[in-house]
């Protein structure tokens, strides 16, 4: 999804609302999104209903790359509904916010940092510093007849793990 800035007022607003969601002790909401603008020009917000505080925010910067987020859902009381909002902060700016791969779970976000890889890297990234070698999601046993042929998870075995590319 795509909300542009051009041709827009300052204080415009676009809405993207999920699903109604049951009731929670806890869900965890996990999006990627990329924001093009200058400093100042447009605001990105993530909440629950236009009355609930802001759960999330971003405030435009021109990092030119896709960034991983998630927010805790909690909602003890009715059901929710995550909504998404790009907000024009500067007359007519050439400015921008794209969100992908949005998806919600059961159970809250993973501590920073926690990570089992068995749906993707958790928003860890590899360095851009070192471009010889990536690490990557991967499951059994591999082409030189190396790595392991499943993952670990707590007292399950998972499938993936993560192993370096050459």
């Known amino acids: 999804m795509l909300a542009e800035g051009k041709t827009r007022n300052v204080n415009e ?5 999920t699903p109604i969601q049951d009731r929670t002790t806890g869900s965890c909401l996990h999006f990627w999104y990329f924001q093009h603008a200058q400093s100042q020009q447009m605001k990105f917000n993530v909440y629950l209903s236009t009355q609930s ?3 999330w925010s971003h405030d435009a910067s021109l990092d030119n790359r896709w960034l ?3 927010v805790n859902i909690n909602s ?15 007359a007519n700016p050439d ?11 059961r159970g809250l976000c993973p501590k920073p940092g ?9 928003g860890w990234t590899n360095s851009k510093n070192n471009r010889e070698m990536d690490w990557l999601v991967g499951q059994g046993i591999h082409s030189l007849g190396t790595g392991p042929s499943y993952g670990i ?6 499938k993936f793990y993560l192993f370096i590319f050459f």
């Not at 926690?114 to 958790?122: G, I």
């Open 76 to 90: 003890l009381s009715q059901p929710w509904q995550a909504i998404f909002e790009g907000e024009i902060l500067a």
């Open 114 to 122: 926690d990570c089992t890889f068995e749906r993707n890297l958790c």
């Open 53 to 55: 505080p802001i759960l």
């Open 68 to 70: 991983y987020a998630e």
């Open 153 to 158: 998870k707590e007292k399950n075995f998972a």
């Open 95 to 105: 400015a921008s916010i794209a969100i992908d791969d949005v998806s919600i779970t």
């Open 13 to 17: 607003r676009a809405l993207l609302l």
